[in-house]
């Protein structure tokens, strides 16, 4: 008997720094964080972001 698992789905986030993260969809958004983007697989939105985030500096740093 073979026993599958789901993957969870995750969103694209990002903060007030527009510095991008994923969160699964399941569970409630931390403080200071927004939904971004799809919701998908890991790999799906990993990609989404490697799309987006060219500059992984701090908006406050990027002048």
Request: negative net charge; charged residues 30%.
């Amino acid at each position: 008997m073979t026993v599958t698992t789901a993957e969870p789905d995750y969103v694209v986030v990002v903060n007030d720094q527009e510095q991008y993260s994923i969160w699964r969809s399941d569970r409630d958004l931390p403080a200071g964080w927004q939904a971004d983007g799809p919701t998908g697989t890991k790999d799906e939105c990993l990609d989404h972001i490697e799309t987006l985030w060219t500059d992984m500096r701090p908006r406050c740093v990027r002048g």
